[in-house]
């Protein structure tokens, strides 16, 4: 298997679809940005999530949000040009696109951006136990 971990924004919102056997599947594309040569770049994937994942994914696959996927990686051909794809096996929202990020929208599970644990719930982490 071919497996990849790419973290990056979502291109526009999710599709969630259902096939003719009743399973669902979630699509959606991300754009990761990087640099090559001194100019800036962006490399697609078409993303698709199967089942539950696929469902809950729906509400973090939203234009410009930054999410991180991991599955297996793959091509299509359409019209003489290829694509990669992205049989996602996990993600991770990682906020944006409505300016929340997911900690703040979920209990704080994911990443740590903008996330507080409530009061009396520290990690048991004090100022004074901290090296630097």
């Given at each position: ?38 100019e800036k770049t962006s490399t ?67 990443n740590d951006r903008g996330y ?17």
């Amino acid at each position: 298997m071919k497996s990849i971990t790419i973290a990056g924004n979502c291109t526009k919102d999710g599709e969630l679809r259902t096939t003719q056997s009743g399973g669902k599947v979630a699509g959606f594309s991300v754009a990761v940005n990087g640099f090559a040569n001194g100019e800036k770049t962006s490399t697609f994937f078409d993303v698709s999530i199967w089942g539950k994942r696929g469902e809950s994914v729906m509400q973090f696959a939203k234009k410009g949000a930054k999410i991180c996927v991991t599955g297996e990686l793959g091509t299509r051909e359409y019209n003489g040009k290829t694509y990669l794809t992205v049989n996602a096996s996990d993600f991770t929202p990682m906020g944006g696109g409505d300016g929340q990020s997911h900690s703040q929208q979920s209990g704080g599970y994911g990443n740590d951006r903008g996330y507080q644990a409530p009061a009396g719930q520290g990690h048991g982490i004090d100022d004074d136990s901290i090296p630097f």
